[in-house]
């Protein structure tokens, strides 16, 4: 029995077909080689690349992409040629008969939007769920409510306070370029969200002449002064209420 060996990949998102292709789906792998299937795909790298980075440069994430994607190029254009034959070669009625399967294995489902309909008691919401079905969850005070969430999953349920907000006054009216509030995901299985942490929004790109670049200045420094309050508040509140 093969021992479990560690896993990597894929690296740095999912590679792209040929550009003169339609991409369907992203299909991804997990199989084992050794060390020195690695040291070959890396050294086949270096040299279609003229040795560049050189090896000592080379990041950890440029070395798994490098890799990767060798063994990946492999695997798609060395069997390329197989597959346009055969694909050329089947019959409509059964090459509609296997996009019948491949829909069904390799598509997501569209379900429409269902909003939520929130029952809010002493301090909790009830809440549908595709996966839990309805739920009671505590509902903290700061929380603007779900009104407007549709229904998800429990790890999609997420208590957001009030956006706080800044900008400046431009040739087109005035902007706002901070959009800040206190967000709270408590239920998330991949990345746990414990605490409550801030979402912070900056968008500020203007090519502005002096009285736009002090109004401008003048905003930011409202930004700052109102995030920095909102950090105290969420601050407080992963102290238990407590500044």
């Known amino acids: 029995m093969t021992a479990a060996v560690p896993a990597f990949g894929p690296t740095g998102g999912q590679l792209p077909c040929d550009e003169n292709s339609t991409p369907f789906a992203a299909v991804t792998l997990s199989f084992e080689v050794t060390r020195e299937q690695l040291r070959a795909a890396l050294a086949i790298g270096q040299a279609e690349n003229a040795g560049e980075p050189p090896l000592p440069d080379l990041t950890v994430h440029d070395t798994r992409r490098e890799i990767e994607g060798y063994f990946a190029g492999a695997a798609v254009f060395g069997s390329d040629t197989e597959l346009q034959a055969v694909d050329a070669s089947l019959a409509p009625d059964y090459a509609a008969d296997l996009d019948t399967v491949i829909d069904r294995a390799y598509t997501r489902p569209h379900h429409p939007a269902i909003p939520q309909t929130p029952l809010y008691r002493d301090g909790t919401v009830t809440l549908q769920t595709d996966d839990h079905g309805e739920i009671v969850l505590p509902e903290p005070a700061w929380c ?23 900008g400046s006054i431009g040739h087109r009216g ?43 200045a003048h905003g930011l420094r409202a930004a700052a002064l109102r995030l920095e309050r909102l950090a105290g508040e969420a601050r407080r509140l992963r102290n238990g209420g407590h500044a």
């Open 144 to 166: 603007t409510g779900h009104d407007d969430d549709t229904i998800g999953t429990l790890a999609d349920v997420t208590h957001n306070g009030r956006h706080v907000r800044a």
């Open 174 to 216: 005035y902007v706002d370029f901070l959009d800040a509030f206190i967000t709270h995901a408590p239920y998330l299985a991949k990345r746990p969200e414990p605490y409550p942490v801030v979402s912070v929004n900056l968008d500020l790109n203007a090519d502005l002449d002096p009285d736009g670049a002090t109004r401008a």
